[in-house]
């Protein structure tokens, strides 16, 4: 259910069920079916069929030339990366209220957004192959989520998401080509690997590590959101369809009380660019940014999307007079002997 407003849309909350929380440890991943409201998926859809026309642009990214043939101009865009940042109805994906419920679950009650990709896979457009998103973004404690909204029926022939189902549970592997540096190193006996996403398995290294896991594949249809982890080892295939598309939104959240060092390769200031992102949900003792074209969320309606449930008095163990171990309050701060 959605209810309109002057300012802005209601929704109806969506609540995680046990089982699907215990679905996304399990697996690495968890598709939410049907999340976001088809009217919604509708909007996005035609905004990227406009892209596509020449009718609408996003600033900072170089439009079809105009003397494209209609084929050419259909495959032009592959992908495009951060459009948040300059575009309202990117940032209000990236904010949906129904995705950010589910975060707030899985990785909350504080989540910080910090990433939006908007793929087109045309007919014929290459997947990515396997990789682990925390190797490119880095968290601190690792907390990265990626949620991947449907635009279109994904299928098997058309490249849908494959999981290699346990792998959460590896390390980010760090790599030996220098493609960045981030990863696990302090681990005695962990192997570099190399041209990790490339969609050839004898050159991607990591291929190695995804053999050792069962391989499952994820179809979706427009409104579902698969949620997935930064360590699960993922990938998807070309599009082999002759006419279908399989257009997809991708955002990526952490824990707002996370250090974030990225910023999608652009310099910041500091030990952390958390500044540069914006708190969703909850509340953080770090920097953080205000989303540009007001979208409500934690950082300008603290009043709905901030902290929640009150959090408790903070205790400890402590032992009393039988020397027992019991949870005892903390004092009160200015409290004297």
């Known amino acids: 259910m959605v209810v309109e407003t002057a300012q802005e849309r209601i929704y109806e909350p969506y609540r995680v069920s046990v089982s699907e929380y215990v679905t996304f440890r399990e697996q690495g991943y968890l598709a939410v079916r049907g999340l976001v409201p088809l009217d919604d998926v509708a909007e996005l859809n035609a905004h990227v069929d406009n892209l596509l026309a020449g009718r609408e642009h996003i600033p900072g990214v170089p439009p079809p030339p105009a003397d494209l043939s209609p084929q050419e101009r259909f495959n032009y865009y592959q992908r495009i990366h951060m459009p948040h940042r300059v575009s309202a109805i990117h940032e209000r994906f990236l904010l949906h ?19 939006t990709m908007l793929f087109f896979k045309q007919p014929g457009q290459p997947g990515q192959g396997f990789h682990q998103d925390a190797y490119y973004i880095p ?26 189902v346990g792998s959460q549970h590896e390390p980010i592997y760090p790599d030996s080509d220098g493609t960045t540096p981030n990863g696990d190193r302090v681990l005695g006996d962990i192997e570099p690997i190399a041209n990790a996403s490339h969609s050839d398995e004898s050159l991607n290294l990591l291929s190695r590590v995804a053999r050792k896991y069962p391989e499952v594949k994820v179809e979706a249809e427009p409104g579902d959101v698969v949620f997935f982890g930064g ?58 940014a205000q989303p540009r074209f007001g979208t409500p969320c934690a950082a300008n309606r603290p009043d709905l999307y901030g902290e929640r449930p009150a959090r408790p008095k903070p205790k400890s163990m402590m032992g009393n007079k039988s020397g027992l171990m019991i949870l005892t309050a903390h004092e009160e701060e200015g409290h004297e002997d």
């Not at 129904?98 to 990433?115: C, F, K, S």
């Not at 279109?152 to 058309?158: G, I, L, S, V």
Request: glycine share 6%; charged share 15%.
């Open 139 to 164: 968290t601190l404690p690792d907390t990265l989520c990626g949620a991947w909204l449907a635009l279109d029926p994904a299928t098997e022939e058309n490249g849908c998401l494959w999981f290699s």
């Open 97 to 115: 209220p129904r995705i950010l419920d589910v975060l707030e679950t899985l990785i909350g009650p504080d989540v910080l957004a910090l990433q």
């Open 231 to 288: 360590h699960v080892i993922h990938r998807s295939h070309a599009n082999r369809s002759k006419t279908q598309s399989r257009r997809s939104f991708v955002g990526h959240y952490c824990n707002a009380r996370a250090l974030v060092p990225w910023n999608h390769g652009q310099p910041y200031e500091g030990e952390s660019a958390n500044y540069l992102h914006i708190l969703a949900r909850g509340t953080t003792h770090l920097p953080y």
